[in-house]
T-cell receptor, first 115, second 114 residues
Framework: GNSVTQMEGPVTLSEEAFLTINCTYT??????LFWYVQYPGEGLQLLLK?????DKGSNKGFEATYRKETTSFHLEKGSVQVSDSAVYFC??????????????FGSGTRLQVQP | GAVVSQHPSRVICKSGTSVKIECRSL??????MFWYRQFPKKSLMLMAT?????????EQGVEKDKFLINHASLTLSTLTVTSAHPEDSSFYIC??????????FGPGTRLTVT
């Protein structure tokens, strides 16, 4: 079956530090890969996605590259802000973009950015 | 656009009672909704897939008689936890599939069974 593994948190950084949250996956075929963010008291929001190998998803200064050879989709940001403090979830979907199947999520990584 | 709401956001109930959680797509129609359960420091685990006008499809290990799902309209799905017990205490999250096939998530419902 499908699975997603991400680094355990919490990750604590100072403002303007470089962020990497590792994510690796196991899936049959060619899944789509996602990063979701959950701010305190809010629902999950799509941060970025990539649908095929070597695609780079980017949004709000975050980026992640779909690496088929290493089955990875690591999240990076060059300079984090206090407002980036949240829980980040890596996820995959193998429904070919139809949305007919649920997502498989990693366990989430809490990011705490200190001023 | 593409907002999904859940009600209530928090609920505390006594053991043995039933609790209904609503999931609504506010500005779009959703033929498919998903219900997840999130344990502390754990991933979201899919409980069931809810399709409008048909029976829900439950994941292995999820008791369909305990977690009743009704998707009566294109904008509303409900999850009823029947005869709740303390081990049912959890964070329940729904998502709805929009026209662009992206999934939009509700803010979640924290259930505490005493």
């Amino acid at each position: 079956g499908n699975s997603v593994t991400q680094m355990e948190g919490p990750v604590t950084l100072s403002e303007e530090a470089f962020l990497t949250i590792n994510c690796t996956y196991t899936a049959t075929g060619y899944p789509s890969l996602f990063w979701y963010v959950q701010y305190p008291g809010e629902g999950l929001q799509l941060l970025l996605k990539a649908t095929k190998a070597d695609d780079k998803g980017s949004n709000k200064g975050f980026e992640a590259t779909y690496r088929k050879e290493t089955t990875s989709f690591h999240l990076e940001k060059g300079s984090v802000q206090v407002s980036d403090s949240a829980v980040y979830f890596c996820a995959l979907s193998d429904d070919g973009g139809t949305g007919r199947r649920a997502l498989t999520f990693g366990s989430g990584t809490r990011l705490q950015v200190q001023p | 656009g593409a907002v999904v709401s859940q009600h209530p956001s928090r609920v505390i109930c006594k053991s043995g009672t039933s609790v209904k959680i609503e999931c609504r797509s506010l500005d779009f129609q959703a033929t498919t909704m998903f219900w997840y359960r999130q344990f502390p420091k754990k991933s979201l685990m899919l409980m069931a897939t809810s399709n409008e006008g048909s029976k829900a499809t439950y994941e292995q290990g999820v008791e369909k008689d305990k977690f009743l799902i009704n998707h009566a309209s294109l904008t509303l799905s409900t999850l009823t936890v029947t005869s709740a017990h303390p081990e049912d205490s959890s964070f329940y999250i729904c998502s709805a599939r929009g026209r662009t096939y992206e999934q939009y998530f509700g803010p979640g419902t924290r259930l505490t069974v005493t």
